[in-house]
Structure formats: C-alpha cells, structure tokens
C-alpha cells in the first residue's frame, strides 16, 4: 500500500448523482458516507451506512465487506471519498467508486436524501 494513500489528490472512478439512484432501483450498490456524525444526521442518502476512514478499514479488516460488492464511498463534495475509494480499491474491492461532486451534486440534482 502506497504511504499516501490517504491524500485527496487525483482522482477515483466514479459515479454521478443520477446513475447512482437509477442503481438504487435495482438493490443497488453498498453506499458508504465518510462524512461526520452531524453531516451524516443532517441529510444523506437512503441506505446509507456511515463510516469514518477507521471504521471502513477494520470493516475490510473483518471481512464484513465483500471483495465483489459494488461500493460507492459519498462525503461532501467529493474529496474524503477519495481516500475511502483507494483504501477500497487497495483491500480487493474493485468495484469502489465515488460519488461524482458528492452529496452537493447529490442534492444539487434535486435528488432526496433523508434525516437520522
């Protein structure tokens, strides 16, 4: 693993705003918010799980996230997830992605989001 893998520089795949909900529809993938506590409370996507960077690497740790599951990691505007995308991608989830500009462009497609 890289030294830095946890710098937001560069870029991840990703999907945008409207190709995750149409996901939504049909199961969908593993959606993984790395916002904060009060972020998270304040609106997010429905089925959400919230994680801090900690959390999501002893998730992997634990083996509680499938090597083959599509994930999608979500923050505000698309700089946390990157970091949780590379930590993904670098524990056997090739599959991860983020959420193109975040839950600003989320909501900012006039997409619902939901209170905890």
């Known amino acids: 693993m890289s030294l830095f893998w ?3 520089f560069g870029s991840v795949p990703e999907i945008t705003p409207a190709d995750l909900k149409d996901s939504l529809g ?8 790395v916002r904060t506590p009060g972020e998270f409370a304040g609106g997010h996507i429905q089925g959400a ?3 801090s960077i900690g959390q ?3 998730a992997l740790a634990a083996g ?4 083959g599951r599509e994930v999608i ?3 505000l505007s698309a700089t946390r997830s990157i970091p949780a995308v590379r930590l993904l991608r670098q524990n ?17 497609a006039g997409l619902p989001t939901t209170k905890s």
Not at 64 to 67: G, S
Not at 92 to 108: C, E, F, H, K, S
């Open 49 to 51: 799980s919230r994680m």
């Open 56 to 58: 999501l690497k002893r």
């Open 73 to 75: 990691a979500v923050c």
């Open 64 to 67: 509680a996230i499938e090597p």
């Open 92 to 108: 056997g989830v090739p599959n991860a992605r983020q959420l193109a500009g975040g839950m600003r462009a989320w909501i900012g």
């Open 6 to 8: 946890w710098l937001p």
């Open 26 to 33: 049909k199961g969908g993938p593993l959606i993984v918010d």
